[in-house]
């Protein structure tokens, strides 16, 4: 059983909208979450991450963590098309090797 | 923030010749680096879990003959692709955590592009 499941996606949206991507995951004593963004023909960046339950705002992104429902969940406002990439969720923990699943593609059109 | 330096960005080699590439914590120790492939529109798959003064574990189906690890410091990483194929042409990723946190998230190279011709 994969840790994480990427549940949405490929996704697409159109500019200004909000994308809603979201993962499920099957380790209860999971506690924190990172979302990593990946560009095509780039390596992985950290955008953001959640270590309690509730919603954490960044700007235009918000991450939400319900570990009663196990799922994690990211939220673009205003999507535009620069936010256009892959989207990797995936808990904290030493044990954690991101071991990535295909991740959720996002497009954002014009 | 942690900064993580991967080296070379890009390389192309011959056939049949040995590619180190490098991946360095800049201001953080890392006990722990991952490796990571990808080759084009597919997912990040990773190759290796690379742990300081010990032997890399290697995940299903990577050859630790080939693909060489060493770990010689808290900041430093080595991946040596050995007698390269053009199947070996791929993206490699490099990634790492603090050492001092649990809940470190994990901090990327910008990757190596490697052309095997």
């Known amino acids: 059983q994969k840790e994480v499941e990427q549940n949405s996606g490929p996704l697409s949206v159109p500019e200004g909208a909000i994308a809603s991507l979201n993962c499920t995951y099957s380790d209860r004593g999971s506690q924190s979450f990172f979302w990593y963004r990946q560009y095509s023909g780039k390596s992985p960046e950290l955008i953001m991450s959640i270590y309690s339950n509730g919603d954490k705002e960044d700007g235009r992104f918000t991450a939400q963590l319900n570990k009663a429902s196990q799922y994690v969940s990211l939220l673009i406002r205003d999507s535009q098309p620069s936010d256009s990439a892959t989207y990797l969720c995936?808990?904290?923990?030493?044990?954690?090797?991101?071991?990535f699943g295909k991740g959720i593609t996002l497009s954002v059109r014009p | 923030g942690a900064v993580v330096s991967q080296h070379p960005s890009r390389v192309i080699c011959k056939s049949g010749t040995s590619v180190k590439i490098e991946c360095r914590s800049l201001?953080?120790?890392?006990?722990?680096m991952f490796w990571y492939r990808q080759f084009p529109k597919q997912s990040l798959m990773l190759m290796a879990t690379s742990n300081e003064g010990s032997k890399a574990t290697y995940e299903q189906g990577v050859e630790k003959d080939k693909f060489l690890i060493n770990h010689a410091s808290l900041t430093l990483s080595t991946l040596t692709v050995t007698s390269a194929h053009p199947e070996d042409s791929s993206f490699y990723i490099c990634?790492?955590?603090?050492?001092?946190?649990?809940?470190?998230?994990?901090?990327f190279g910008n990757g190596t592009r490697l052309t095997v011709t």
């Open positions: 201001d953080f120790q890392a006990t722990t």
């Open positions: 990634s790492a955590s603090s050492a001092l946190s649990y809940n470190s998230p994990l901090h």
């Open positions: 995936a808990p904290a923990g030493a044990n954690s090797k991101l071991t």
